[in-house]
């Protein structure tokens, strides 16, 4: 299923244009191996701990078309085991610049990783990333978009994660990037509590199982405050304000301390495509019941938009206050202050943070449970997509809907989570990117609402609504506002997988963007248990 392409390609339209239909094939082939490893379950509810892992990924590159310069990438994967091929881990993953002078080079898309144990320390592993992004060099540096890497390498199991090297190959299809070069990995394991598809908790049920974590997700919105002196990559002064939105994961570890991932994309300023992925650890302090103060420090990948972020590496560090409005609903204020290190940008940051507060199950490996020993929880029915979309011109008057390729569809690639608070309507996220269409670089981030009304036996109809960030690519965005409206039909291929088609407009309000958007999912339906 895998072909390793460690040995230099050779940059021709053939080869370029059989890559992408490579490319296009694993992603099926994927897709298909996740749908049919769920088909062998038992039909009695019996949930076990399934591993997961978080891989952290560093590389350099070498862009052999830009006189050899290099580029150094952190990657992040999260992969799921499959129970009936255990050697198999599939999920998602992202790619970013760090090092080097590509600040705003991301990617995301579908990973996947096979390994084989030596023994209970070493392990040989092998695997492929298909996405899509870019960023920080136009299409004349990463074409459409598409990105393929292939690794080989090794692991060594140790009592606070996986440390490993080997080689990666890593291919722009249709733009200017291939490069072969080692990398080194650490991967942090956790087990984890999710019901094949949509479950109802039995008549039946007790409050058995006490062990649990917290975490908190939160819908953000940052204001950056730029002070004089703060230039563009292009060496002009920096507009003095961007707004971003954004969501944010925290898993609270202990009494004092809490894990943190956020992401945000820029929709107000002069900063369309501007985005940034920060992992950080924080500490707090209990003020009564409903109070508490947070103090937390992050890192990660940032740019795009002409902010000159330099590599890419952003820290931030913040304070803030947290008041309980419900027993579940929090609101936070944060302040802060963000810096790109080794380059020119800077900002104060304000935040406004909607917390959503929830427990889980917590369980070690190879423990197994009763769904009727979770009573103390209730069952949220989640889906995850694996999108993808065209865009395809819709004019507007006197208006440019792309400012160079005005002629090209635009192909995307990403995922899509929809959470359901009642059987028919749900909330939902997208991040996607592009692929195909002389875009590479786009990317947007889009929350909203959903409805889902089924008829006759396995159909539904579907509708959402979304609004969020987007830049990026050259698609004439403004100040990177954009709404989504999407509507189609889906159809239970099995009880955990949905395939939907759907017709959509995508705009933006203060830009000449507007296009038709195609879109074809499937998606993988699951519980979660909250309380």
């Known amino acids: 299923?895998?072909?390793?392409?460690?040995?230099?390609?050779?940059?021709?339209?053939?080869?370029?244009?059989?890559?992408?239909?490579?490319?296009m094939k694993v992603l099926a082939a994927i897709t298909l191996i996740f749908f049919f490893s769920t088909q062998t379950r038992a039909e009695e509810v019996s949930l076990s701990a399934q591993e997961a892992t978080f891989a952290f990924i560093f590389e350099t590159l070498t862009l052999k078309e830009f006189d050899d310069?290099?580029?150094?990438?952190?990657?992040?994967?999260?992969?799921?085991s499959l129970d009936a091929v255990p050697w198999l881990s599939l999920g998602a993953g992202a790619y970013g610049s760090v090092v080097g002078e590509r600040g705003g080079f991301i990617t995301l898309g579908f990973a996947s990783d096979a390994k084989y144990e030596f023994d209970e320390d070493f392990s040989a592993h092998a695997g492929l990333f298909v996405g899509a992004g870019g960023g920080h060099g136009g299409y004349q540096l990463q074409g459409g978009g598409l990105m393929l890497r292939e690794h080989l390498g090794l692991s060594w199991r140790g009592s606070a994660g996986d440390l490993g090297l080997g080689l990666s190959r890593i291919d722009f299809p249709n733009g200017h990037v291939a490069s072969t070069q080692a990398y080194?990995?650490?991967?942090?394991?956790?087990?984890?509590?999710?019901?094949?598809?949509?479950?109802?908790?039995?008549?039946?049920?007790?409050?058995?199982?006490?062990?649990?974590?917290?975490?908190?997700?939160?819908?953000?919105?940052?204001?950056?405050?730029?002070?004089?002196?703060?230039?563009?990559?292009?060496?002009?002064?920096?507009?003095?304000?961007?707004?971003?939105?954004?969501?944010?994961?925290?898993?609270?570890?202990?009494?004092?301390?809490?894990?943190?991932?956020?992401?945000?994309?820029?929709?107000?300023?002069?900063?369309?495509?501007?985005?940034?992925?920060?992992?950080?650890?924080?500490?707090?302090?209990?003020?009564?019941?409903?109070?508490?103060?947070?103090?937390?420090?992050?890192?990660?990948?940032?740019?795009?938009?002409?902010?000159?972020?330099?590599?890419?590496?952003?820290?931030?560090?913040?304070?803030?206050?947290?008041?309980?409005?419900?027993d579940d609903v929090a609101l936070e204020l944060e302040a802060g202050w963000v810096d790109s290190v080794i380059a020119n940008f800077?900002?104060?940051?304000?935040?406004?943070?909607?917390?959503?507060?929830?427990?889980?199950?917590?369980?070690?490996?190879?423990?197994?449970?009763?769904?009727?020993?979770?009573?103390?929880?209730?069952?949220?029915?989640?889906?995850?997509?694996?999108?993808?979309?065209?865009?395809?011109?819709?004019?507007?008057?006197?208006?440019?809907?792309?400012?160079?390729?005005?002629d090209r569809d635009v192909n995307l690639l990403g995922f899509q989570n929809d959470f359901f608070f009642t059987d028919h309507w749900f909330v939902t996220g997208q991040g996607i990117a592009a692929?195909?269409?002389?875009?590479?670089?786009?990317?947007?981030?889009?929350?909203?609402?959903?409805?889902?009304?089924?008829?006759?036996?396995?159909?539904?109809?579907?509708?959402?609504?979304l609004v969020g960030a987007a830049g990026g690519g050259g698609l004439a965005v403004g100040g990177g506002l954009v709404w989504q409206v999407n509507a189609g039909l889906s159809y239970a291929v099995s009880k955990d997988y949905d395939m939907l088609l759907q017709l959509g407009r995508i705009d933006a309000p203060k830009?000449?963007?507007?296009?038709?958007?195609f879109s074809v999912s499937m998606a993988h339906k699951f519980s979660l248990f909250m309380q």
């Open 1 to 23: 299923m895998m072909v390793f392409h460690l040995e230099l390609l050779e940059e021709n339209t053939n080869k370029k244009k059989m890559l992408c239909f490579a490319a």
């Open 69 to 80: 310069e290099k580029m150094g990438l952190l990657g992040g994967n999260l992969l799921f």
């Open 184 to 326: 080194a990995s650490y991967v942090y394991r956790f087990q984890s509590l999710i019901g094949d598809e949509w479950l109802d908790m039995p008549k039946e049920a007790t409050h058995a199982w006490e062990s649990k974590n917290e975490n908190q997700f939160a819908l953000t919105y940052q204001a950056y405050d730029v002070p004089q002196g703060v230039r563009t990559s292009s060496g002009s002064a920096q507009y003095p304000s961007l707004g971003l939105v954004g969501v944010e994961w925290q898993q609270t570890l202990n009494t004092a301390t809490f894990l943190s991932m956020a992401s945000a994309g820029a929709m107000q300023g002069r900063s369309n495509g501007y985005m940034q992925i920060l992992l950080g650890a924080g500490v707090y302090q209990n003020i009564g019941d409903n109070f508490k103060l947070k103090a937390l420090l992050s890192a990660g990948v940032a740019g795009g938009g002409n902010v000159d972020t330099g590599g890419g590496l952003l820290t931030k560090v913040a304070v803030g206050a947290q008041a309980m409005l419900t």
């Open 346 to 406: 800077k900002a104060k940051s304000y935040s406004l943070k909607i917390y959503q507060t929830f427990h889980t199950p917590k369980v070690g490996r190879g423990e197994s449970l009763s769904l009727s020993a979770l009573g103390a929880y209730d069952v949220e029915h989640m889906r995850v997509r694996m999108v993808h979309q065209t865009y395809a011109e819709l004019p507007k008057t006197n208006a440019v809907w792309r400012v160079h390729h005005a």
């Open 435 to 465: 692929y195909e269409g002389q875009a590479g670089g786009y990317m947007t981030g889009l929350l909203g609402l959903g409805g889902r009304y089924p008829f006759m036996q396995k159909w539904a109809a579907e509708g959402e609504l």
């Open 511 to 517: 830009g000449g963007f507007a296009a038709h958007v």
